[in-house]
Each structure stands twice: as structure tokens, then as C-alpha cells.
């Protein structure tokens, strides 16, 4: 198998944009490949860049300063931070749905328990499978409203301020 510098190499202009998205694929799924030994932090051995103007760079620049790093540190950790926080929202999303489950089901239960009625195995086993059923949906409804509300409240927060300003 080659490795992803002799594909990268192997690239001329002849070949189709396609095989390069192969290989940076390859290069992206590679990246959680990182040697380590034995008493030392894991090795480096992957670079990402980006390019910037002046105005950008001395920006960032002044970011990395205030915190006390290089601007390369500095962007090393944001990234850290942004791939942890997506991590983070993952898991935030699926607690948030089970949350939402769990009131379905006690929506579903609690009234027919609290009027002393009975529920029968099969109609608890109905409740189970509608609410496995629905409680992604109504999470993602719900999620939805609020942000609605959140961007009426800001939006109109902005639009306020902006008449309001002063000359």
C-alpha cells in the first residue's frame, strides 16, 4: 500500500479532483494514527495550515499573546476545544433526548396510574414503542422551538438597540 505522500505525489492536474478528496481523506483519517512513548506526551506528526492576510494574522497573533503562546499553540488548542465541544454537544443532544423520552413516558403512564386505572403489559409495551418511536422527533421539535424564541428575543434585542442608537 502507498503511503498518503506518494499518493499526494502521484496527483498531477490530468488526474480528477475526486482521487485528491480520496487522499486527503486518507490524511484526515490518519490523524488519529499518533505514536507514543512510553513516558512522553503523544508525537506530532501531522500538520494542519491555513492561510491569512496580515490583518488576520497579526489578529490571531494578539490572541495567542494575551493568553501567554504562540500563535501555533494557541490554534493547536482552539481546535482541541472545538473538536471537544463538539464532542461535548453530541452527548448533550442524546441526554437531552432521553430526557425528552422520559416525559413522554410519564405523560403517557402517569395519568391512567393517578386515575387508578390499570395498564396492561401489552399497552405498557405500546407506550415503550411510541415513545422509542417519537421522543427523537419531539426533542428536535422542541430544540427548534427554543431556538426560534432565542432569535425572536435577539433579533429584536438588535433591531431595539439599533433604534436607539445615538449619533
Known sequence: ?????????????????????EV?????????KVTRSSNQRAVRTRTVSTRVTE???AALQEQAWSTGKTVCDWARECIAQQLERGS????????FTELVGIQLLLINTLGPLLRGERMAAEEVDAVLR????????KAQELLNKRLGRELETHGGT??????TATP
Open 1 to 21: 500500500m502507498r503511503s498518503v505522500e506518494d499518493r499526494l505525489l502521484a496527483y498531477t492536474p490530468v488526474n480528477d479532483r475526486k482521487r485528491l478528496g
Open 24 to 32: 486527503m481523506n486518507a490524511q484526515i483519517t490518519e490523524i488519529g
Open 55 to 57: 490583518a488576520e494574522y
Open 88 to 95: 461535548r454537544k453530541k452527548l448533550e443532544e442524546h441526554l
Open 130 to 137: 411510541q415513545v422509542q418511536a417519537r421522543k427523537a422527533g
Open 158 to 163: 438588535q433591531t431595539q438597540s439599533a433604534g
